[in-house]
């Protein structure tokens, strides 16, 4: 916690001053942790490595309904996305990414690439390894990074209250065991079930349609009515029906 609270601080610092780490400010590489370094503005029409790293942090921000393609390419719906981050963290939505949109990302992200609020081991209570599901163990993992990220954008527009996760990547012994359906998402590593808390479940379950989740399944579904559960399957399905959703 207290590392975290540490590079907050430092992040605001090179905001507020200007300072910059090793190019000038127009690059916008000034950082506050070991993650991921932008080395230039992004704007539609770029595509690269750089650009598929900001879609997985904007992966939260693609509007109702919809989920932000991390392909690399720079398009439409990429500075759409961009737009409405910024404007969440109060910044200047012109759909560019730059020293600000930069600064602010690195202010939310630990040294690991996960977005402060989150962590692998929340995401996966099962195991260390990541193995044992119906993906390989980089694949899971990196598709649990990109729910924790779409999990950040929900937490950020329900007040920054907590979120608790009550489990997240299953292999398919800890699945068997927990009685959960031998094609459940949990096995992939890009579903997330969530407990109530400062929010109801209908709360999450709700605004949770605006974050990137073609899976929400909550309270009236059966077996749901403890915790809503989401995830990134490949077609949307959200019946949460004592929600409205």
């Known amino acids: ?21 090793g190019t000038v400010a127009t ?26 790293q900001l879609q997985i942090r904007l992966g939260g921000y693609p ?5 932000l393609a991390v392909d ?11 737009k409405r981050f910024q404007s969440a963290y109060g910044l200047a939505a012109d759909g560019v990414a730059g020293p600000n949109t930069y600064n602010k990302l690195y202010a939310l992200q630990d040294d690991d690439c996960t977005p402060i609020h989150f962590s692998y081991s929340e995401l996966n209570r099962c195991n260390s390894t990541w193995d044992g599901g119906a993906v390989s163990a980089a694949t899971a993992k990196s598709n649990a990074l990109r729910t924790m990220w779409k999990l950040e954008a929900l937490r950020h527009a ?42 109801s479940l209908c709360t999450l379950a709700k605004q949770a349609r605006s974050h990137g989740f073609r899976g929400i399944l ?18 949307q399905y959200w019946s ?6």
């Open 72 to 82: 690399g390419s720079f398009g439409p719906a990429t500075a759409a996305a961009l």
């Open 218 to 235: 909550g309270p009236g579904y059966p077996d749901h009515n403890d915790h809503t559960h989401l995830d990134h399957r490949s077609s």
């Open 158 to 199: 329900l007040g920054d209250q907590p979120i608790t996760v009550t489990s997240g990547f299953r292999s398919y012994s800890c699945n068997s065991a927990v009685g959960g359906s031998s094609s459940s998402r949990h096995l992939y590593g890009d579903a997330a079930d969530l407990g109530a808390g400062p929010h």
């Open 27 to 52: 690059a916008g590489t000034a950082h506050a942790d070991g993650c991921y370094t932008w080395t230039r503005t992004l704007s539609q029409g770029a595509s690269g490595a750089d650009v598929t």
């Open 63 to 67: 509007g109702y309904g919809s989920v």
């Open 1 to 21: 916690m207290l590392r975290r609270i540490a590079r907050l601080i430092a992040a605001f610092v090179m905001i507020t001053s200007g300072v910059v780490v």
């Open 240 to 245: 949460a029906p004592t929600c409205g959703v």
